[in-house]
């Protein structure tokens, strides 16, 4: 890749996380679904082991397509009692690093602030997300998808009940 397209490349992915961000804002997220391949994965590790591995260790979430889909379906109904009323929420994304791998899939890291509020109470989700994006002609796709958080617990939340 030459010096001059780098930036463009970063450009493309800032805007795809931009939109993504504004989809979950926005609480539309059947449109935030079709974002992902058919393969995806979508994982949170757990506060105290952040670089966990759902393989080997406790995590909070580790859903494949299927799963993710299931998860989209309760939060979209009124059987996700911890989101109904569903929160409000507003993400911030920044320090977007953009690396392409050798094959053609870009990896992609970016530190996110998402601000909850819900029961006249607010409290934020602060830490990174790190992707595994492909190409689908002049789209990008989410084909892996890790919410890392930087905060020990989850006194303020109590769980994570929104998509970080």
Known sequence: MTATSRPALRGIVEEFLFREAALLDDWRLDDWLDLFTHDARYMVPSTDLPEG??????????????????????????HSHRENPRSRTRRFVSNVRVEETEDRQLSVSANVLVYRFRSGEGAPYVGSVE????????????????????????????????IL
Do not use: K, Q, T
């Not at 909070?60 to 299927?66: A, C, N, P, R, S």
């Not at 998808?145 to 989850?154: F, G, K, N, T």
């Open 131 to 162: 992707y595994v994006l492909r190409r689908d002609g002049e789209d990008l796709r989410i084909a892996y998808r890790r919410a890392v958080l930087d905060m020990e617990d989850l006194s303020w939340h109590g769980a994570v009940s929104i």
């Open 53 to 78: 591995d759902p393989g080997r260790d406790l995590v909070f979430i580790d859903d494949d397509i299927m799963r993710l889909r299931a998860r989209v379906a309760r939060l979209n109904s009124r």
